[in-house]
């Protein structure tokens, strides 16, 4: 697993010339490009979940483009559509920018749920269907959604269903003043970005999602995983728990942080780690909950103190 603990750290360090002071959020955004997900970013304005994303885009040399989601785009503004081309006397395809690598999302929550809805179709199938014509999108390929958990006036939230096609929910947070600091001396003259650079090709990056592939999980490990999602289900305070996507989400997400570590094995802390970006977003808590101010992060993280941590040996040799 060298290959993906040298690639993944080259890119973590290439954003962090751009995102200062967030690796946690910049590792679960490379985590979701080598585990094959899709990642929603949601923060307040201004702390780089733009940034983030584009700086991601322009480590990689992949096709790019985004998509600036407000409640006037339709379905056929991210799919495509069929034109009439007069020279030809035939209808010819016209590709939406959803037929790239790597998608930026921008505010998807302002989209209506049909534009969201033909988004996350192309998320989950890797491909749309136009005119009774499928077109498939080119690997690797990512979605990076961002959204803003302040404004709701002329927003459509993502729905359950919907929110359960992104493996991770991010939040970047404020930086601290030494952060925010270097920030301005950064952008004083020029936006570091500029000055992003490839560091891998595409090729490269489909190699190493079949490499996190090959990462080991003992059954225990997949009990414990199993057993975590079951009781977000279960808990008293839900009205909604992870689905088993989710569970699957957990289990990819732990072999490509145990790859990003070059070990060839899962260990329960790395279920531990991911747990909460995993499976917050996807548990919906019940009224009373939300009254009494519980976030789905508490919950996660009693659960984990709750369920019994497997023992024994992890690396299946």
């Known amino acids: 697993m060298e290959t993906v603990k040298e690639l993944t750290t080259t890119l973590v360090h290439n954003i962090e010339k751009v995102i200062i002071g967030k690796r946690r959020a910049v590792q679960l955004a490379v985590l979701g490009l080598i585990c094959e997900g899709h990642v929603l970013i949601e923060d307040v304005p201004g702390v780089g979940k ?15 483009s985004r998509i600036q989601c407000t409640p006037d785009m339709l379905p056929s503004d991210i799919t495509g559509v069929e034109i009439f081309d007069q020279s030809s006397g035939e209808f010819r395809f016209l590709p939406g920018p959803i037929l790239n690598q790597i ?4 505010e998807i929550n302002r989209a209506t749920p049909k534009t969201q809805s033909a988004l996350l179709e192309a998320m989950q199938e890797r491909q749309v269907t136009v005119s009774g014509e499928t077109h498939h999108i080119p690997r690797p390929f990512m979605v990076l959604a961002t959204q803003n958990p302040i404004e ?6 993502l729905p359950e269903a919907q929110l359960d096609r992104f493996m991770f929910k991010v939040n970047i947070g404020y930086p601290g003043i030494t952060e925010e600091m ?18 891998t090709s595409p090729e490269k990056i489909i190699e190493v999602q079949e490499q996190v592939k090959e990462v080991f999980i003992a059954e225990s490990i997949k009990k414990y995983i199993v057993e975590i999602t ?8 839900v009205y909604l728990g992870a689905s088993p996507r989710g569970s699957l989400a957990l289990a990819r997400a732990s072999q490509g942080w145990a790859a990003m570590y070059g070990r060839k094995f899962v260990i329960p802390d790395d279920v531990k780690l991911l747990a909460e ?9 019940s009224s009373s909950a939300r009254l009494q101010e519980l976030r789905t992060g508490d919950l996660v993280r009693e659960i984990l103190r709750n369920v019994p941590v497997p023992g024994g040996d992890f690396q299946g040799e």
Request: glycine content about 4%; charged content about 15%.
């Open 103 to 106: 998608i930026l999302a921008d």
């Open 50 to 64: 733009t940034m983030l994303a584009r700086s991601l885009a322009r480590s990689l040399n992949c096709s790019f």
């Open 230 to 237: 079951q009781e977000t289900r279960a808990a008293d305070s």
């Open 182 to 199: 270097a920030v301005i001396a950064n952008q004083q003259f020029v936006h570091p970005i500029e000055s992003i650079e490839p560091v």
């Open 152 to 157: 709701y006036e002329g927003t459509f939230p």
């Open 277 to 285: 970006s995993t499976l917050g977003h996807r548990v919906i808590l």
